[in-house]
Each structure stands twice: as C-alpha cells, then as structure tokens.
C-alpha cells in the first residue's frame, strides 16, 4: 500500500496518543458510595474538622482511605473570603516605618551619609538628614524628633548597618518600637525605603 510521509507521521501520532492515553489512566480504586457519603456526612456536622482529622477517624473505624481521597469527598465549604495578602499590608503599613542610610559624594568630593525615615502607609518620607560620622546617638536622635511624643510606629525596619548599635537598640525598645532588622544582603526586604532612595540618586 502506497502512502504519503505525512500520513505516515499522522498515524505515529496518532498511535503514540492513544499509548500515553492507555498509560496515564488512573489506575486508584474507586471509593465505595457509603465511605463518600460516610466522608461529606463527617465534614458536615463537625466543620473544624479537616481531612487529617477525618482521615484519623475513618482510620479507627477500619476503613483505609488515603488523606487525598478524603479531601476530595469533603464538603465545601462557602464562607467570606480571607483577606489577601495586599490587604493584609495594607492594613498594618500605618504601624510600620523604615530607616535607611544611603552615601552621595558632594560638591567637593566628600562622602556624607544620608538618613532617610519612611512611613509604609503612604510612603511619605518623616525626616532626612545628612552627616560626615553617623553614630547611634545621632540615628536616635532623628528617630526621636521624627516620631514626636505618642506618634512612634509600632514597628522599625531596618538593616544590619554596624552604626544602629545597642545605645540605638536599647532607647529604641525603650520607646516601645519593636525592630525589624532585614537578613544580611537582602535589600528587597526593605523595597519600600530602597525605591525611594533609587529615585533620589536618579534624580
């Protein structure tokens, strides 16, 4: 019999779909109809229960299903949805702010540090100031008249740069700030300050 290459190539196709077919089907016994019905009844009446839990119990009735055979015969449950995780920052951004320090080279070819503080809410910049020698007491002191009586954050972030030190951490707490200190060479944590200072250089 005389065929063309492409119909030669169709059949392998062809052939080569129904072979996956035949090896891709679900080769899991089905769950009888009492443990399905056994399963949703479960989940219905006690709604904290999970599929381990469930799972546990049909286990100690000496019926042996696996955990994701029970998550698939439970009960859906419709409910609110949970907040997202944008509402979620959204929600604590006016708790949070951040302190960074960044070096420019002057006019004169000086290097100065400096300081930005960061309100997360609406990323609005409390203070800036700029020195030759940052030490602790100076980053506290900004710190202090950025956030004046009863108007500190609830939360600090910041990096591991060597000048916050205990002095700073000490009256920091003492202020009822909780400290937030980013992982070692992670400048992503603290994305909201570091854009800001991106567009400072830039500009």
């Known amino acids: 019999m005389l065929v063309k290459p492409t119909t030669v190539i169709q059949w ?15 080769r899991r016994p089905s769950v009888d109809r009492e443990v399905s019905k056994l399963i949703r009844e479960m989940s ?3 709604l904290l229960w ?21 998550a698939k015969y439970m009960v859906r ?15 604590q951004a006016e708790d949070i702010a951040a302190i ?8 004169s070819f000086r290097l100065v540090y400096v300081m930005i503080i960061l309100a997360h809410d609406r990323g609005k910049i409390l ?11 100076w980053l506290l002191r900004q710190v202090t008249e950025a956030f004046p009586w009863g108007t500190a954050p609830r939360y600090l972030l910041r990096d591991r740069d060597a000048s916050y030190g205990s002095y700073f951490c000490n009256r920091i707490e003492a202020m009822g700030i909780t400290q937030l200190v980013t ?12 854009r800001v200072i991106g567009s400072i250089r830039r500009e």
């Open 12 to 26: 392998h196709r062809h052939g080569f779909r129904l072979f996956w077919r035949w090896r891709s089907r679900s």
């Open 44 to 46: 219905s009446a006690n």
């Open 50 to 70: 999970g599929a381990p839990r469930i799972h546990g119990e049909l286990l100690k009735l000496g019926i042996e299903v696996s955990q994701a055979t029970v």
């Open 77 to 91: 449950r419709r409910g609110a949805p949970s907040p997202t995780w944008r509402s979620f920052l959204r929600n």
């Open 100 to 107: 960074d320090m960044f070096v420019v080279a002057s006019a």
């Open 127 to 137: 203070r800036t100031a700029v020195t030759e020698h940052p030490t602790a007491a």
């Open 183 to 194: 992982a070692p060479r992670s400048p992503w944590q603290d994305g909201h300050v570091e």
